[in-house]
């Protein structure tokens, strides 16, 4: 069994993307645009699995657009998505400077939690050994769910 893909659906696509690919720094390696279907289908890769998803779309992030406007819910009950980061310090400091709420700051120097704009919770974890704990991380407090 190999793991393909996880799907999200996502209401403004445009936010999705700035949100996963440049701030996150996913790659998209296929696009899928159905007019009878009224749909878009965007595939994203991390950056060190580029190749292998280029080559057989996994391991990627499916995030599908509906043309049609629909109010999705439910964002806390698909759990979460994980990445592992270079330097955590450095890409939460990227997603606040960006106005992403850091929901559960890296005070471990080694994981934290931010919400996509459609309220997908994003686990990220420290590549490696957990960094030393540093401000101005280490005082700040939880904001909302994660």
Same mark, same amino acid.
């Given at each position: 069994?190999?793991?393909?893909?996880? &799907? *999200?659906?996502?209401?403004?696509?445009?936010?999705?993307?700035?949100?996963? #690919?440049?701030?996150?720094?996913?790659?998209? *390696?296929?696009?899928?645009?159905?007019?009878?279907?009224?749909?878009?289908?965007?595939?994203?890769?991390?950056?060190?699995?580029?190749?292998?998803?280029?080559?057989?779309?996994?391991? $990627?992030? +499916?995030? $599908?657009?509906?043309?049609?406007?629909?109010?999705?819910?439910?964002?806390?009950?698909?759990?979460?998505?994980?990445?592992? *980061?270079?330097?955590?310090?450095?890409? #939460?400091?990227?997603?606040?400077?960006?106005? *992403?709420?850091?929901?559960?700051?890296?005070? #471990?120097?080694? &994981?934290?939690?931010?919400?996509?704009?459609?309220?997908?919770?994003? +686990?990220?974890?420290?590549?490696? +050994?957990?960094?030393?704990?540093?401000?101005?991380?280490?005082? &700040?407090?939880?904001?909302?769910?994660?």
């Amino acid at each position: 069994m190999d793991f393909l893909h996880t &799907m *999200v659906r996502v209401k403004d696509l445009d936010a999705s993307l700035h949100f996963y #690919c440049d701030l996150l720094g996913l790659i998209e *390696v296929k696009r899928y645009d159905s007019e009878q279907g009224r749909f878009s289908l965007i595939y994203l890769a991390a950056p060190g699995q580029l190749d292998e998803a280029k080559e057989s779309f996994k391991p $990627t992030i +499916e995030l $599908t657009y509906n043309w049609d406007p629909e109010d999705y819910t439910g964002g806390r009950n698909f759990g979460h998505l994980a990445f592992s *980061v270079d330097d955590i310090y450095a890409i #939460c400091d990227k997603l606040r400077q960006s106005g *992403v709420t850091i929901n559960r700051p890296p005070r #471990c120097g080694h &994981m934290a939690f931010v919400k996509s704009p459609d309220g997908i919770s994003i +686990e990220l974890l420290q590549k490696g +050994e957990a960094l030393a704990p540093q401000e101005p991380w280490l005082s &700040m407090q939880n904001t909302g769910t994660w």
